[in-house]
């Protein structure tokens, strides 16, 4: 019996075409490996698989290749922390949400990378880090006026919530993100027990006294 020719079927590769996203992925790595200031837009074509062209069609400069990076960051930060979360269970729940959330990212080796890029490129696109601020900003803002709702009804004492707010951040920061920034691990210590020491800190200091009074 005579075998049959079996065809070969060719699968086409899914075109990336104009797609954004293959031009903001490319974007992504370029800038992170290389700074935003050393990559220049006949590269980023070249590496997102597009036409000079169709890369002009979709931004107008890399500026607005970052700017889309911005909004996509923003939005998983939505994500992560998602509007009337404040209102959710006992001060020691909440600031436990948030301070995973914040843990969360910093296991995120593109924000992290993302982070050092304007680190190191702000100091030439000044324009970079007040792009960058204008995207976190608000997450810090939402803390504070957190802390300072607690304040007005007297389960805290903040006296300066924004203060109070860096403070929360900091002591989390500095457990994994700066030892990251300067290329270092984190401490030797479970995210678990960092999470819970800090909350007891800060509590033991922002909680205000119940009167002898007050039912237990």
Same mark, same amino acid.
Request: charged share 30%.
């Given at each position: ?24 992925? *490319? ?23 597009? *036409? ?27 994500? *992560? ?83 109070? *707010? ?15 920034m300067m290329g270092r691990e984190s401490l030797p210590v479970p995210a678990e027990d ?5 909350i007891r800190m800060f509590l033991q200091h922002y909680r205000r006294p119940r009167s002898k009074g007050?039912?237990?």
């Amino acid at each position: 019996m005579k075998a049959r020719k079996i065809s070969k079927v060719v699968v086409p590769k899914p075109g990336r075409g104009g797609s954004r996203d293959a031009i903001v992925e *490319a974007a992504e790595r370029l800038f992170l490996e290389r700074g935003f200031g050393s990559v220049s837009m006949d590269e980023l074509a070249e590496a997102a698989g597009v *036409a000079r062209r169709t890369l002009y069609n979709q931004f107008a400069s890399k500026e607005e290749i970052f700017r889309e990076m911005l909004l996509r960051l923003s939005r998983q930060l939505e994500d *992560a922390f998602p509007p009337g979360i404040e209102t959710e269970g006992e001060v020691e729940d909440v600031l436990r949400v948030i301070a995973g959330v914040i843990l969360k990212l910093h296991k995120n080796r593109e924000y992290l990378g993302f982070l050092r890029m304007v680190v190191a490129d702000s100091r030439q696109f000044p324009w970079i880090a007040e792009e960058f601020a204008a995207v976190m900003d608000p997450q810090t803002e939402r803390l504070t006026r957190y802390l300072a709702h607690l304040t007005s009804l007297g389960i805290l004492d903040c006296r300066n919530p924004l203060l109070a *707010a860096h403070q929360f951040m900091g002591a989390l920061n500095e457990f994994s993100l700066w030892p990251w920034m300067m290329g270092r691990e984190s401490l030797p210590v479970p995210a678990e027990d960092v999470v819970e020491e800090t909350i007891r800190m800060f509590l033991q200091h922002y909680r205000r006294p119940r009167s002898k009074g007050a039912r237990s």
